[in-house]
């Protein structure tokens, strides 16, 4: 069995944002993720870059890693605080 991940107390600023019912990426540092067809996500508010190769690439959201899967994948573009990539994405799984 894997272990077991302690629970993260929801903070001031994501508590607001459930009580006012604002939506989640209006969270300061949350990672928004946009997936146009099969052949580009966009992705805001990344940590970095993980692990990269043509077939996977892996960039840190924080809390969480988005795993990007397919063929010919490439990282079109990159800011502090945006990415693209391109190829065809065959899956997308956050662990």
Do not use: W
């Not at 146009?36 to 959201?61: C, F, P, T, W």
Request: proline share 3%.
């Amino acid at each position: 069995m894997g272990m077991d991940r302690k629970a993260r107390k929801p903070g001031l600023l994501e508590r607001a944002v459930v009580r006012m019912d604002l939506p989640a990426d209006g969270l300061a540092g949350v990672p928004r993720i946009e997936l146009i067809g099969d052949q580009e996500l966009r992705m805001e508010n990344h940590k970095g870059i993980l692990a990269y190769g043509d077939r996977e690439i892996h960039v840190s959201g924080g809390r969480f890693v988005v795993k990007v899967v397919g063929e010919q994948l490439d990282l079109r573009a990159m800011t502090g605080l945006q990415l693209c990539i391109t190829g065809r994405i065959e899956g997308i799984q956050l662990t």
